[in-house]
């Protein structure tokens, strides 16, 4: 008897083999957006450096007189002030581009806090096990189920919110993510032969471990560095949004958003825009991450 | 499976002490301790008399016993001196609304994430395929409290369909329980796809399928349930993030829950509330984890072997 | 046999350079509740023996008999269970690792697996020169040393800039043995050193050693599960049986007068590529290969052995001496 018609759904899914057309342009969407997010980036980064010479006005040159105006090409908007103003007058485009600099410094520098913790206890508990990798392990879990927040929040207000103080309360609540990969990775890359070659020619821990082991552990850190600055910007801006973060009058964009939260029913651009400008930046930095992290290793992609 | 539940179950205990502890020693990274229980008006023989009182010149670790001892057995983690009453009484009278809306939530997230994540698994590479893909990468990159902003923008001002604040009627939950809900959904979406997919391609699928089976029947009692699993498992995370959401979330809207008491109370250093509401938040994250684990080992023998 | 604990092998009295004494390796399995340790892998279970200046043991047995631990051991990669490993007279057994730095200068290994042995991040030349380097052992450069040591193993130098994945694997593990030269080792243990490389390639690498061995005259520990690769080049072979010695001789006495059954049976699974030669025995192992957590009572190999006898199951043979310079663990030497 010959076989059924198959045209059922689940005998589609059930062939694992995508027609090749299919793959073809996933992988060419995934390009294009990752050039998207590249582009997203640079802009991102240029801004950030070069917004002296960009920004029309001073971001925080208040002018009552010209409050709440509403974009230059609207009614009653004025040229100079090309998305309008706040509501004490100052500039909403040139304040935009400064909050480039606050997100940026911190995302940056936060992760790098984490990195350097994380890493740090990671190679040491996935190398030396026993007891260390218990305590570590134990102080992951304990960090890893808790909201963030609360913890963030209250280091803040407990230092005080400063820049470097929200740079650190964020990297010393965020470092868990990328221990539990390093001990990970350790564990495995420890029992390689080249691992215990290093150690028959007396290498030395120190050197073991930055020279052989963390080599190999760069390109999946590489990626979770992308994606956790992404995580970082967007917790600043938590955490100035809940007040806890970035003071005004400096310009971060979760400031500016709480500030403009107030005016949301008649002006609401000035809470939409800064919450774009994370938004955009958020997903850039993801869009890269996701293409490289395609790029390099394939095994890895998420279906 | 009883080693199993019980080395679970010794953990969650020692997170939670562990937590204590920090949020206990929290007081400590300033200063001075009594200044930040007391309100800042105080003078300073009041100060030293209160010290004296509440044993805060004893060695810290006898500090911590105490505040251990109260908590533990008495549930009694001081007045808040924003209010004058007792912590746990102003704990209690925001759970349910904090409750609500997680639940609410949960039922919004999980109501679009089965379904779509699991046609967009049946029908790989179709249109609702890669849009199921471009939500979740959307969602990545969504800040809450933005999106909390949008929805009020786009619905409460320019539709008008929805009411921005308040929380009496029914209808003021789904502004803020669509914004949490979408805190998870794609985790959820993500998951239930990937799970589906791993599971349709297992060989006994083909074999229900020869034995004739309907194909709803296929797919809903034999894929679907396997597909859950890895839900399961996750919504022990789920209960961290939705606690962590629901922080942004009451704030954005007004909510009268935990979540916005939590941040009311760190801004006003209320400090007896702070620790009362990280404990709770830490026995919910925990023994939620705890009991998604053991219910994911017993749907999954495998996991026992940990 | 009663009395002192054997010494196989040790007839003449030479210049031992390493001494093995009832070595065990447990390594803990972990279970229960806190991780607490629910049985052991009994991978090397009371190893003993000698190898002198410029010898070489051979040391054979099928897979999961414990030669790799021994081999590791050996170069104290692992910390023992119990035992004493002697190396030019000093006991280091339980040296913390911040004083084997003597040791290791002098005793190498070269790893089986030339996948993943050579760190894929290091270029050849830095593999091969690390340790010269680091320990500053050249006064003059490095490199020169890296380039002698390539031209050694017969890779030419001017691939030294390049990277391991450059390589074929017969070339890869040639860069292993150059790394292992490098610090012009006393002793060198072989793991194995041929089993992942085609058969083709199988002979050149041999071969280089044997060359090797001529020059520099090290002493040699190369383990292997193929009788046919030890034969050659060893002087005297140990077999090996789920952690436990079975049988030690010298080359020809194991291969023309094997005792235990087991070397018997392992010489029966060698093909001859003889033709005309007379047909062998079939190999007469039966039976599971049994684990290392739970070995049988009494002689381990006795579930297998074909001339096993009632007291094989109960009493465990020691290595005892059939002829001279001759030991094998058995009630009944020679018996299958």
């Known amino acids: 008897m010959p076989p059924p018609e198959s045209t059922s759904a689940v005998e589609e899914a059930l062939d694992p083999l995508p027609r090749p057309a299919d793959l073809l342009l996933r992988k060419i969407w995934h390009l294009r957006l990752g050039v998207l997010g590249a582009f997203l980036i640079a802009g991102l980064v240029f801004i950030a450096v070069f917004v002296p010479y960009v920004s029309p006005h001073d971001p ?182 809940l007040g806890l973060g970035i003071q005004p009058p400096t310009p971060s964009w979760g400031t500016m958003l709480a500030e403009g939260r107030d005016y949301m029913l008649f002006e609401w651009r000035l809470a939409a825009l800064p919450g774009l400008a994370i938004f955009l930046s958020a997903m850039g930095i993801n869009l890269l991450g996701d293409a490289v992290r395609d790029l390099t290793d394939p095994h890895m992609r998420k279906s | 499976m009883k080693t199993y539940c019980l080395r679970r179950l010794l ?174 959904l794609p985790i959820n979406m993500r998951l239930v796809r990937s799970g589906m997919l791993e599971v349709l391609t297992k060989d006994y699928i083909r074999t229900a399928r020869a034995k004739g089976l309907s194909e709803g029947r296929v797919l809903l009692k034999h894929a679907f349930k396997n597909a859950a699993i890895p839900l399961v498992t996750v919504s022990g995370m789920q209960l961290s993030l939705l606690l962590g959401g629901a922080v942004v979330t009451e704030t954005v809207f007004a909510w009268p829950g935990l979540g916005r008491l939590a941040v009311d109370s760190i801004k006003m250093g209320d400090y007896p509330v702070v620790q009362a509401i990280v404990f709770a938040f830490a026995l919910c994250v925990v023994f939620g984890n705890l009991v998604a684990d053991v219910a994911a080992a017993l749907i999954d023998p495998r996991i026992r072997l940990d | 046999m009663t009395g002192a604990a054997p010494r196989p092998g040790l007839a003449p009295r030479g210049e031992n350079l390493l001494a093995v004494e009832g070595l065990k390796m447990h390594f803990p399995i972990r279970k229960g509740l806190f991780g607490k340790t629910g049985g052991y892998v009994y991978a090397v279970d009371g190893v003993s023996f000698e190898i002198q200046a410029g010898e070489t043991l051979g040391l054979v047995g099928e897979s999961g008999c414990g030669k790799t631990t021994v081999g590791r051991c050996l170069l104290r990669l692992y910390e023992p269970t119990a035992g004493r490993i002697l190396f030019d007279g000093v006991d280091i057994t339980r040296l913390p690792e911040r004083r084997l730095l003597r040791f290791r200068s002098q005793a190498q290994m070269i790893f089986q697996d030339p996948y993943s042995s050579l760190n894929p991040r290091l270029r050849v030349r830095d593999i091969i020169g690390e340790a010269l380097r680091v320990h500053r052992l050249c006064d003059g450069d490095w490199r020169e040393r890296v380039r002698e040591l390539m031209l050694e193993v017969g890779l030419p130098p001017d691939l030294m800039a390049r990277y391991p994945h450059e390589f074929s694997g017969g070339q890869r593990q040639r860069i292993g043995i150059a790394r292992a030269l490098a610090m012009s080792p006393r002793l060198i243990v072989a793991d194995e050193p041929v089993s992942a490389l085609d058969v083709s390639i199988q002979a050149q690498v041999i071969n280089l050693l044997e060359k090797l061995k001529r020059r520099y005259s090290p002493s040699c520990l190369v383990i292997a599960h193929d009788l046919a690769v030890v034969e050659h080049i060893s002087d005297r072979i140990a077999v090996m049986y789920l952690g436990k010695l079975v049988e030690v001789a010298s080359d020809t006495a194991l291969i023309g007068r094997p005792a235990h059954p087991y070397t018997q049976a392992l010489l029966r699974a060698v093909p001859q590529a003889r033709p005309g030669a007379k047909k062998r025995r079939r190999s007469l192992l039966t039976g599971d290969v049994p684990s290392p957590i739970r070995p049988p009572p009494g002689c381990r190999f006795h579930p297998r052995c074909p001339a096993a006898v009632p007291r094989c199951r109960t009493e465990e043979p020691l290595l005892a001496e059939v002829e001279p310079g001759h030991w094998a663990a058995c009630f009944r030497p020679g018996g299958a």
């Open chain 1, 60 to 241: 925080y040159e208040q002018n009552i007189t010209a409050r709440l105006l509403p974009p230059s090409w609207m009614e009653g908007g004025r040229p100079e002030y090309l998305l309008g103003t706040d509501h004490v007058g100052r500039d909403l485009f040139s304040r935009l581009l400064y909050g480039s600099r606050i997100s940026l410094t911190v995302g940056l520098a936060a992760v790098l806090v984490q990195v350097v913790i994380g890493i740090a206890l990671g190679l040491w508990a996935g190398y030396y096990g026993g007891a260390a990798d218990s305590a570590v392990s134990f102080m992951v879990n304990v960090m890893m189920g808790f909201p963030f927040i609360l913890l963030a929040m209250s280091l803040v207000v407990v230092l005080g919110p400063s820049l470097q103080n929200i740079i650190l309360a964020l990297g010393l609540t965020g470092w868990p993510v990328f221990t539990r990969v390093t001990r990970m990775e350790t564990l495995r890359l420890r029992e390689q032969e080249f691992v215990l070659a290093a150690r028959s020619l007396a290498l030395g821990v120190p050197r073991i471990l930055l020279g052989h082991i963390l080599p190999n552990l760069l390109p999946s850190l590489l990626v979770l560095v992308t994606f956790e600055v992404a995580r970082a910007i967007i917790r600043e801006s938590l955490l100035s949004f």
């Open chain 2, 11 to 184: 953990q969650a205990v020692g997170v939670c002490l562990v937590i204590s502890m920090i949020s206990f020693f929290l007081l400590f990274l300033n200063a001075d301790p009594a200044l930040m229980l007391l309100p800042p008006d105080t003078k300073v023989e009041d100060i030293a008399l209160f010290k004296r009182q509440m044993g805060l010149d004893r060695p810290v670790v006898f500090q911590y016993g105490a505040f251990l001892k109260k908590v533990v057995l008495e549930g009694d983690f001081g007045t808040s001196f924003v209010s004058k009453v007792p912590a746990s009484r102003i704990l209690a009278e925001r759970i349910p609304a904090t409750l609500t809306l997680a639940l609410a939530a949960l039922l919004f997230a999980n109501a679009v994430a089965i379904p779509v994540g699991a046609l967009a698994a049946i029908r790989r590479y179709s249109l609702l395929d890669n849009l199921a893909t471009f939500l979740v990468l959307m969602g990545q990159a969504m800040p809450l409290y933005w999106l909390g902003i949008m929805l009020i923008i786009i619905f409460g001002v320019w539709l008008g369909w929805l009411p921005i604040s308040g929380s009496e009627k029914a209808v003021h939950l789904v502004l803020p329980a669509v914004t949490l809900g979408a805190w998870i």
